[in-house]
């Protein structure tokens, strides 16, 4: 009789912990079934790293962020219009604008979050009244980056554009040339490995960071701090109101992220919020 008590106590155990096990199991599936899968095209430095950084924020939130690196500046807003993203980051409002209109895409900015100053950069020269003359000069090929440039290399006065082109301008602009600088149009995720070749670049931050280049250290001259190029997440419109996409740019724009942005990238990278 013993005998059979202990198998049937042994029996409601074995039933219990199978229960549970199937409770466990579908609390799990419960919970995965929740969550929110949230797809965003990215370039590496520093907008993965900062969507990286709020990962865990949105995990807590039933968001799963999923970070796609992408190493040029069209493929990411191709992807956001065909639907195989959710959102990107990587790309200031003049560029998204333009791109935008060009091609005629329903793209919209959803958040600021941080601006990167273009910076000038060398590695045979160490001041920029040392180039000599013919210099060659690499800048962005792509509209938008190539005048913000031009724009800048007038701020340095290395050249004059024509009047009221602003950032708008292409070497075609250039109206006063002392030193006859060759102007050469290069693809901005190329830029660093230009340094070998030319004077001087005109590098995006971003790329500069990747190449381990400190905007703050490095460059021979930069964009002043108060640069209307503020690097945002872009949209499909009408997802404006979709609550994922609201916590991301909660996320992005808090003042942790803040802190984040300004002690690791000690000036490179500046909060836009």
Do not use: W
């Not at 792509?142 to 290399?153: E, F, H, M, S, V």
């Not at 340094?195 to 790329?207: G, H, K, R, T, Y």
């Amino acid at each position: 009789m013993k005998k059979i008590l202990a198998v049937a106590l042994a029996l409601v155990s074995l039933l219990a912990v199978v229960a549970g096990c199937g409770g466990d199991k579908k609390e799990a599936e419960k919970s995965s079934a929740k969550k929110v899968v949230l797809k965003v095209g990215a370039t590496p430095v520093p907008h993965a790293e900062i969507l990286n950084f709020v990962k865990p924020t949105l995990e807590k939130e039933g968001i799963d962020l999923q970070i796609i690196e992408f190493s040029d500046y069209v493929k990411p807003n191709l992807s956001l219009n065909d639907k195989e993203l959710d959102a990107n980051f990587f790309q200031h409002i003049p560029y998204l604008e333009k791109f935008a209109k060009e091609r005629n895409l329903p793209l919209t900015t959803l958040t600021k979050v941080h601006i990167e100053p273009m910076g000038i950069y060398s590695k045979s020269i160490k001041s920029l009244d040392a180039l000599p003359q013919g210099a060659k000069i690499a800048i962005p090929n792509d509209p938008t980056n190539g005048g913000r440039a031009l724009a800048l290399l007038q701020s340095a006065k290395l050249l004059k554009l024509k009047d009221g082109v602003g950032i708008n301008g292409t070497p075609s602009d250039i109206v006063d040339n002392p030193k006859n600088f060759s102007i050469i149009e290069v693809e901005a995720a190329l830029l660093p490995r230009s340094l070998d070749d030319v004077a001087i670049s005109v590098i995006n931050s971003n790329f500069a960071l990747e190449a381990k280049l400190n905007p703050v250290k490095d460059s021979l001259f930069t964009e002043p701090k108060d640069s209307p190029y503020a690097n945002i997440v872009a949209i499909r419109k009408g997802d404006e109101n979709r609550p994922e996409l609201q916590k991301l740019a909660k996320a992005l724009t808090s003042p942790e992220v803040k802190k984040f942005i300004e002690e690791k990238y000690k000036g490179a990278v500046v909060p836009a919020f």
